[in-house]
């Protein structure tokens, strides 16, 4: 994990010497947690030609670039809370399978304990791919869990985190539950406010569309609580 806050760090700084003109070709390195980093361009043998100077194209799209760019608050703020997001999420995750073990062990000591709940966290869309723009203040967040997301599970998670949130960082943040988009909204208290969407979903979704043509399929009932597909 911390290896990945390291990653991520290193991304973050490539991206702002970037903006300030350090990286003319794009930040050398192998890509980050937030999408393709762009590679260095290969050198060639020998001395390196001279560049050649900057033509109109390129100085319009230079200054159509910047006023695209998000500003170095809005990055700083993005990063703060998808990380504070994610740290929050792996201790409800923690809470929530010792909260079950000990309810497992004390109905039947004997009897094998099941997995985690809630197994991991995925950045989606323009956050995963590294496409940010000025301005864009909602990123997304999947969370992936074991069985088929239902309405007590995420009434469950909801309540949760704000619990946890208080552990890791002293700022307010407001928790919404919103039970027709399968989500939890997060929401930052303090300029520039930012929003997390953190939709629940599990791989027994993808799994049964590849099962269509398995009879047993159809005789897996789902939860009556269960969370809306799409």
Do not use: F
């Not at 700083?76 to 010792?98: G, P, Y």
């Not at 809630?118 to 301005?135: D, H, I, M, P, Q």
């Not at 789902?222 to 799409?230: I, T």
């Amino acid at each position: 994990y911390w290896r990945r806050m390291e990653e991520e760090q290193h991304h973050w700084d490539d991206r702002r010497r970037v903006s300030d003109g350090g990286y003319p070709h794009g930040p050398p390195g192998p890509p980050g947690l937030l999408g393709v980093r762009p590679g260095m361009p290969p050198q060639p043998q020998g001395p390196s030609p001279l560049r050649r100077p900057d033509s109109s194209d390129d100085r319009y799209v230079m200054t159509k670039h910047a006023t695209i760019y998000p500003t170095e608050e809005e990055l700083q703020a993005v990063q703060k809370i998808v990380s504070l997001t994610e740290r929050a999420l792996k201790l409800v995750s923690d809470s929530m399978a010792d909260q079950d073990k000990c309810k497992k062990e004390s109905d039947d000591k004997k009897e094998l304990v099941k997995e985690r709940a809630l197994k991991g966290v995925l950045r989606v869309g323009v956050l995963a791919k590294g496409l940010l723009l000025r301005g864009d203040r909602n990123v997304s967040l999947v969370l992936l869990c074991a069985e088929k997301p239902t309405r007590t599970l995420l009434s469950r998670i909801a309540e949760n985190l704000p619990k946890q949130l208080a552990v890791i960082s002293p700022e307010k943040y407001e928790v919404i539950c919103s039970l027709q988009d399968a989500a939890i909204v997060l929401n930052s208290c303090v300029e520039p406010k930012m929003q997390v969407t953190i939709t629940l979903t599990s791989p027994v979704m993808r799994e049964e569309n590849m099962r269509d043509g398995d009879v047993t399929s159809g005789m897996v009932k789902d939860p009556p609580d269960v969370l809306d597909r799409q």
